[in-house]
């Protein structure tokens, strides 16, 4: 909720709300529900809104990429009371660019303010997939008429993921690719990482395999679509000896899975 984060895609993280509920198995190790395991006050499955820090990105004054609601999703029916004050922040603040996750993008096209045209270029749209199972929801992010700035966050793989980099789905032409250039309903970046967690508990982690990833980073080097490698994930960090926990010292890498690019 600070303008200091771990996580290495992003500059600040801004919660709007706290606490979410399952979509898929995507969700069964979410860090969410593992972190609040201490937290005897509130239900973690009940969305509530934040109070100190709501205000946050407006008083950060140097232009930051803010991961948007890391402790909830942004679009989930918790927050319709109070999604349009979120907005708001968002229009007052056009030093920032928002980056917002979600993965219940089906419902982003009823959700967008009246002003979306004004704030839609300094706001990233994206959804999360971790199995082939959740890939129907790329489909609904690049549906949804926001035409800003979509992202994958693939993440936790744990499982072989297929992404149907094709024209029919993501719009990619040839002389577009060559050009540097893509449509507006394109992905334009992608994340991945393996998923951390712990040994034993509710809140384990799932295996994930180095060819997965080394498949969609080959696979958005060939499309030019910049790809950000967060972390090999808990799993592999533990097969391959390395230092880093989760796998998320990037110097511990491969030299060729040593690419945390971002969007130009």
Known sequence: MAQTTKISWTDATWNIAADCTKVDADCKFCYMYRDSMNETRYNPKTVRKTKTVFNN????????????????????EGCDDFR???????KKCPQHTFQILTKRPERIHNHLPDFWEEIKDRVWLGT??????????????LSSGANCLYFLSIEPLYEEVEIPFHEKLYRLER???EMGTFFSDAIKWVIVGGESGNENGLYKYRPCKLEWI??????????KIPVFVKQLGTHLSK???LKDRHGSDITEFSTHLQIQKFPL
């Open 84 to 90: 349009d004050e979120a907005w708001e922040v968002i």
């Open 239 to 241: 097969e391959m000896k």
């Open 128 to 141: 999360s997939v971790g199995s082939q199972k959740g890939i129907d929801r790329v489909d609904e992010l």
């Open 175 to 177: 002389y577009s690719i």
């Open 214 to 223: 080394e498949k969609i980073v080959k696979d958005c080097n060939e499309y």
């Open 57 to 76: 990105p407006l008083k950060w004054k140097e232009p930051l990429r803010i991961f948007t609601s890391s402790l909830t999703d942004f679009f989930h």
